[in-house]
């Protein structure tokens, strides 16, 4: 007995040692709350790398550029480098090749390049209905003014020469023999076209048409009060890839709306990223001016929170685009788009 009393002080002395030093004393089972916890938790996946393009400086864009500028492509942890390529044909072509792997641009050139063989799928659709605006000079009276002048596209087949050529058949007039159709690359280039003088006409949306009117053209067609069907900007992947990386894809679409639903709650913030995108400077009154009237048209009036592709705007683009395009004729516009991402978003309430 005498020799266990003298093995107990030493141990009890022990633990006032361990437990003044801020320790606890050793149990027989352990604690397995922290430790158990640490070698249990998942690690967080790396970001997804995604290569992105939009085709224009245009309010079209504005969907994964804001996702861009507020970090939202992150948020669903994509690493997504967003590029401008002039012009839908080119960011068409990125695709394409493999250069990008999503691509913002117009339905037709989708419908073109899957017409061509290509498996290039659109999986959201911002603009279904045209923005354009036919504008021409000043002394334009009737639509036989336009016979034998110069009108202006961004480029052939794409949504600026679907709505040019829209307005003139709607105003009496053959595009292929009473007008000269002239691309100049971009919307951008387009604009300042008509503004110097190489185009008496051509299609305009805001914030170009700001400046347009400003300088002494005028609206002779307005597609954009007759809402009239368009495919005029797509969220676009090669069906290959889509196949094989599900959930970027639906991440990619799902920051893109959640981005629209900012834009449609909060002006204030979106202004700024606005005017970035369409190279305004948002502190000189004029530019301020101008890229509140895109916000008000574009955000309020044409973009949808959810950009479900219709089986009706690509019918309409596809007749338009026939006579430039023969190959699309008898195309099966379904072939052409999914709605399955846009609707597992809605579903889910991604933007609301």
Not at 71 to 76: Q, S
Not at 155 to 170: D, F, P
Not at 215 to 240: I, M, R
């Amino acid at each position: 007995m005498r020799s266990a009393r003298v093995l107990l002080v030493p141990l009890m002395m022990l633990t006032l040692v361990v437990t003044a030093c801020g320790g606890t004393a050793p149990t027989a089972t352990g604690t397995p709350g922290a430790s158990a916890a640490a070698a249990t938790q998942t690690p967080k996946p790396s970001p997804i790398k995604i290569k992105s393009s939009y085709g224009n400086v245009t309010p079209s864009n504005l969907a994964p550029f804001l996702a861009k500028e507020l970090g939202i492509f992150e948020k669903y942890n994509l690493d997504v480098t967003l590029d401008l390529i002039d012009g839908g044909v080119a960011s068409s072509a990125a695709l394409v090749s493999g250069n990008t792997q999503v691509g913002n641009f117009g339905g037709t050139e989708a419908m073109s390049a899957v017409a061509g063989g290509s498996d290039m799928q659109v999986i959201a659709l911002f603009v279904p209905v045209t923005p354009w605006q036919l504008l021409a000079k000043s002394d334009f009276k009737s639509p036989a003014d336009l016979k034998g002048k110069t009108v202006g596209v961004a480029s052939i087949g794409g949504s600026a020469y679907i709505a040019a050529v829209t307005a003139l058949q709607k105003m009496g007039l053959d595009p292929q023999k009473d007008v000269n159709i002239q691309a100049f690359g971009n919307t951008a280039n387009l604009a300042a076209a008509m503004l110097g003088g190489a185009a008496y006409a051509g299609p305009g949306h805001p914030p170009d048409t700001v400046k347009l009117l400003a300088s002494g053209f005028k609206v002779v067609y307005d597609l954009a009060a007759e809402k009239v069907l368009a495919t005029d900007n797509c969220t676009v992947v090669l069906k290959s890839w889509a196949e094989k990386n599900p959930q970027a894809v639906q991440a990619y679409i799902d920051a893109e709306i959640e981005a629209l639903g900012i834009a449609k709650k909060d002006k204030a913030k979106t202004l700024p990223i606005l005017a970035k995108l369409l190279k305004l400077d948002i502190n000189k009154a004029d530019d301020a001016a101008a890229v509140s009237q895109t916000y008000d048209f574009y955000v309020q009036s044409i973009f949808p929170l959810y950009p479900h592709p219709t089986v009706a705007s690509f019918n309409a683009s596809r007749d338009a685009l026939v006579a430039q395009n023969p190959n699309v004729k008898d195309m099966d516009v379904t072939k052409v788009f999914d709605d399955k991402y846009v609707s597992d978003a809605e579903k889910r309430g991604v933007g609301k």
